[in-house]
């Protein structure tokens, strides 16, 4: 039985079938406003007045009548500002300035209490024919200096009153600032987004430079604690009796070039789970690692005898270690190859230039040789940082490969 035909016969609250077609279902549409029984609450059109006004213009609307003769709801948003006022004694005790007189400064206060302290327009309602010509950072300064003065004075004993201070010389430069901004021509635009796109420029190359130069530390202490973990293990087996050679087990070292798990856990476990790579090495580290292997005619595979996995472990973490270090040197060499050659091509192009970035070091004859080689140093990261972008793998391969041809056409005249 179909579900609507099911519905007429048997709903959710028991009731009859209706007998004419009806939606009683309420699913996506909006529900029906219930209109109770209750008597409607009477209107009336009744005047009234706004507090906020001074000239007691009278309107009227529509309200309950039960609301009859209160106040107008919205006069509750007619925010006033309390401007200070200041006696005849306290302005010539305090408040007396040279540059203002008494009548500009009620002229001032005046306008503030009129126009809620809105400067831009007491600036364009002040007087100045009959006043000084005072800019806006003028009135503002005068207004706040006033203001703070007489909360000092009038402040009780022993409290600290909340004063509010201008600064009418950073209102001054701020202003300055973004006219000038404004007036920029679209060659000085243009330039200034191009400085922007190089400073972010430089600033990768330099975090570039830095995270090649912890890579190269990091191998080379890794390299030093390795030899150093190696030397104090031999004096320990040296001094050790050859019974407790057999009975005891050798102590792993950390190995700095490939980290193997241990496998500590509950259970049995194969020793040849051990001379598994993990997952952290690399397809290119591992196939150079089994060319080497069987260059020098070692087994991929040896027998997982607790010794031989501990030795071809380390043999492999050590082949790993001189990959990655023979892969900084030879960057390192690169690099400084194309250094020399921008150097070069600098010297060429413009001396002077290429002298200024140098810096003045570099023509002092009694200088040592360790000094000059910093000096240059220096000097070429300045032009790495100025002259073009790091060059991409494609165009280092590009270079050597013409490079290695230009080397065989000498050969060949040879």
Not at 227 to 256: G, N, S
């Amino acid at each position: 039985m179909h579900r609507e035909v099911y519905a007429l016969l048997y709903s959710d609250k028991k009731d009859a079938p209706p007998l004419l077609p009806s939606d009683t279902t309420q699913g996506y549409r909006t529900v029906k406003a219930k209109l109770g029984c209750k008597r409607v609450r009477p209107w009336k059109w009744m005047p009234f007045t706004n507090p906020a006004r001074r000239d007691g213009a009278i309107f009227h609307h529509w309200r309950r009548m039960a609301e009859e003769g209160k106040d107008y709801p919205f006069a509750r948003f007619n925010k006033m500002v309390q401007v200070p006022m200041y006696s005849e004694q306290e302005y010539q005790m305090y408040l007396h300035d040279d540059g203002w007189t008494k009548a500009e400064t009620d002229h001032l206060f005046d306008l503030c209490k009129r126009f809620d302290l809105r400067f831009i327009v007491i600036h364009d309602r002040y007087d100045h024919q009959q006043f000084r010509k005072r800019s806006v950072e003028d009135l503002k300064e005068r207004y706040y200096n006033i203001c703070a003065k007489l909360a000092k004075i009038r402040a009780a004993t022993g409290s600290e009153p909340k004063i509010y201070a201008f600064d009418a010389g950073h209102e001054r430069r701020r202003k300055e600032q973004l006219e000038r901004l404004f007036n920029r021509t679209p060659e000085q635009v243009a330039e200034e987004e191009y400085l922007i796109q190089e400073l972010r420029k430089i600033e990768i190359r330099k975090k570039e430079r830095e995270k090649k130069v912890q890579d190269l530390q990091k191998l080379i202490t890794a390299a030093d604690t390795t030899t150093e973990m190696r030397r104090a293990e031999r004096k320990t087996t040296k001094k050790k009796l050859p019974q407790k050679r057999e009975t005891e087990k050798p102590a792993v070292p950390e190995t700095a070039g490939i980290k193997f798990p241990d496998f500590k856990s509950a259970g049995v476990t194969l020793r040849s789970q051990r001379m598994k790579l993990p997952s952290s090495v690399g397809q290119k580290k591992i196939k150079a690692i089994e060319q080497i292997l069987t260059e020098h005619g070692v087994d991929l595979n040896p027998m997982p005898t607790e010794e031989i996995v501990q030795m071809f472990n380390e043999l492999r973490s050590d082949l790993v270690l001189v990959y990655e270090l023979k892969q900084a040197h030879g960057n390192c060499e690169y690099e400084q190859q194309m250094l020399r050659h921008r150097y070069e091509a600098l010297l060429k192009t413009g001396g002077a230039s290429a002298g200024v970035l140098l810096g003045e070091g570099l023509g002092a004859e009694g200088q040592a040789a360790h000094g000059t080689e910093d000096v240059k140093g220096e000097a070429k990261e300045h032009i790495i940082d100025v002259v073009g972008a790091p060059l991409t793998p494609n165009s280092r391969k590009r270079r050597e490969s013409a490079s290695s041809s230009s080397s065989i056409k000498k050969v060949k005249k040879l």
